[in-house]
């Protein structure tokens, strides 16, 4: 790849490859700027202080695949970084303490990025230990040399997927928890309505020490909403972020589980009509922001300018932090996440890359070298730029390199395809059919 100081500064003269190439390079550079060396723990954020995220690191390890098979890192590179982060969740400590990493072989939102000790007093976190472990898994997957540190991370990511005890986590009934906490025990609310725990639920279908029943997911799709909406029909979720998560490890193509083989559909085509839906909701433009439109759209969790903001394009409406908005129900500040287009690749490959570009072309600030800012918000007309995120988030960059990758090769749903824990999950949660009938 030509160096990066000769490449233009607008990335919107370059064809559609080299645009896509250029934007997941500088999404995947997060993952070396933000990383603490010592024990693999990458920040939340690009903002000075932040804490670590273990979902980012989950993303991190499946990342730092792609950037092998990119020739960004020298496979030994990137198996050293993984074990670095793998022997750490290993080695840390796991116990009922308030200030341990973790409790039950599942782990704490946010760690300092140096201790890796529990910070904020956050919840022991379903989801995010899950996508922890999609990405340690995806690792184990892909390093299977015979070299000792790559023969190292396969060991321990075996030992750190037994360990998370998935029954404790149902709380003794049907589905999962969402969290915990030592100083009150289970968070007092679950998981209701179809969202980003499809993979949370496989993963603990697939143990082979602490299985959840198959009961447990069917339980989960009893709380879905099938609705028509904006004339298409879908299992409801408003977010877009809620519509990709999972897949950017699972390949959803073509298999089906009880609720979609009624529905005649499958969670692929479900997030083909989510984007869809954020489309025409864009172009409608109910609430009359400024910006949105059939190749500018984007609703999802991310950072928003707060309550202390108003709008000022004629009306008088308050804005929204750090939250998760949706389509078409809301909540909608006129905040939009200038990745997440590109990051719906896989699904609908034009209508990413046009809104991608219209973006770009109309507001180019939303790009910092090479790397998306969470959130923007055109409506903020007192602002010249508009309002812009500070930095960015280490999930939206983790997601894009995935979410590229899987359009551009299929390699992380390749690789996970062949995780046997994924396959024993998959099954044991009910799905069946297209590529889940072809292998053992």
Known sequence: MPDAAAMPDDVTILDDAAMIERLQRGAF??????????????????????????????????????????????????????????????????????????????????????????VWQCELSLIDTALLLAGMLCAACFFDADSEPEAQIRRLVHDLYRRADWRWAQNDSGTLAQGWKPEGGFLHYGWEGYNEATILYVLGGGSPTHALPPSSFAAWTITYQWENLLGRNILYSGPLFTHLFSHAWLDFRGIRDEFMREAASDYFENTRSAIAIQREYAARNPRGFAGYGADLWGVTAGDGPGPDEMQSSGRDRRCFGYMSRGVPYGPDDGTIAPWVMAATLPFDADSALRGTRSLLARYPQVLRDDQFTSGFNPSLTEQATGWLSEGCYGLDQGLLVMMIENQRTGLIWQLMRGCAPIRRGLRRSGFAGGWLDDVA
């Not at 990025?113 to 529990?118: E, K, N, Y």
């Open 29 to 118: 550079a997060y993952f070396t700027s933000y990383a603490n060396p010592e024990n693999g723990l990458i920040a939340d954020t690009s903002r000075v202080d932040s804490p670590c995220s273990i979902a980012v690191v989950g993303f991190a390890l499946s990342c730092y695949v792609v950037a092998v098979r990119r020739g960004w890192l020298s496979r030994e590179d990137a198996a050293l970084r993984t074990l670095k982060a793998v022997d750490f969740f290993w080695r840390s400590a796991n116990s009922d303490r308030a200030d341990a990493t973790g409790y039950k072989g599942f782990y704490y939102h946010f760690l300092d990025m140096h201790s890796g000790r529990r």
